[in-house]
């Protein structure tokens, strides 16, 4: 079984950064797409970022030029700068991660990590 744990969340000013991080573990061969999601209540889960295995990204329009998305790959971590944020960034940011396995490749969410932008 693998597990994705976000970490970083929290509390942050407008204008301000944070940086999310998210670390795949359990049985691993390798691991394809990472990125991250959010999601406010009652919305639809949006993307924010992807990077794929050799390094190339994919943001959301909202984010482009103030979140980078960058990852290690010898710590199977994916993670999210959070630059000039603004209080339409509140949400829950979903870790995502396309692992391949034994015998098969499957998809994986994290548990979630809450980010509030509030003065």
């Known amino acids: 079984q693998v597990q994705l744990v976000e970490s970083g969340g929290g509390l942050v000013q407008p204008g301000g950064s944070l940086r999310l991080s998210c670390a795949a573990s359990?049985?691993?061969?390798?691991?394809?797409?990472m990125g991250w999601y959010r999601q406010d209540p009652g919305k639809e889960r949006e993307l924010v970022a992807t990077?794929?295995?050799?390094?190339?990204?994919n943001y959301g329009d909202s984010v482009k030029g103030r979140f980078t998305v960058s990852r290690d790959n010898s710590k199977s971590t994916v993670y999210l700068q959070m630059n000039s944020v603004k209080p339409e960034d509140t949400a829950t940011y979903y870790c995502?991660?396309?692992?391949?396995?034994?015998?098969?490749?499957?998809?994986?969410w994290g548990q979630g990590t809450q980010v509030t932008v509030s003065s």
């Open positions: 359990g049985i691993i061969f390798g691991i394809d797409a």
């Open positions: 995502n991660a396309i692992v391949i396995g034994r015998y098969s490749t499957r998809n994986y």
């Open positions: 990077i794929g295995s050799a390094g190339s990204t």
